[in-house]
């Protein structure tokens, strides 16, 4: 499994991929898009979690990988709130996917709002309702089975 650094190394690098090819095809970087430059933000990668579905009929599991975009700026402070708050971070994930069905989780539509779900709960937790420290939640890994 690969460590968070190599983790990181791989977004980063991606990131750089695309951020090359968008100027091509006229478009910009969710960063940019912000105001942000590419450099500007911070990947942080949480562990693979793997869960059952809440499925009557069949056994179905998720196995998900989240990272989370943080503005650079704020990065030391946000990553020590979530090592402070890991183990409620990821309970929450797991309760609240463990809870979906089927098709709650497949489609990009339903991936979505999972996704801003689980940014708002991130927020929420880490920021106790001020200024909101992730920007962005990301699936590096979401396998249905």
């Known amino acids: 499994m690969a460590g968070a650094g190599e983790v990181l190394a791989e977004?980063?690098?991606l990131e750089e991929v695309a951020a090359a090819a968008l100027p091509e095809i006229g478009g910009t970087t969710a960063a940019e898009g912000k105001g942000q430059k590419a450099e500007d933000v911070?990947?942080?990668a949480f562990d693979p979690v793997l869960v059952n579905l809440a499925e009557e009929r069949l056994t179905r599991y998720i196995r998900a990988t989240v990272t989370l975009k943080i503005a650079?700026?704020?990065?030391d402070e946000v990553a020590k709130r979530i090592e402070e708050k890991k183990p409620v971070l990821v309970n929450w994930l797991v309760v609240n996917l463990s809870d979906?069905?089927?098709a709650e989780v497949t489609g990009a539509k339903n991936l979505n709002r999972l996704r801003r779900q689980i940014l708002d709960a991130f927020n929420d937790e880490l920021s106790g309702g001020g200024k909101p420290m992730?920007?962005?939640v990301l699936f590096q890994e979401f396998a249905v089975q």
């Open 11 to 13: 977004w980063a690098a």
């Open 42 to 44: 911070v990947y942080y």
């Open 72 to 75: 650079q700026e704020d990065y």
């Open 100 to 102: 979906r069905t089927l």
């Open 134 to 136: 992730v920007q962005e």
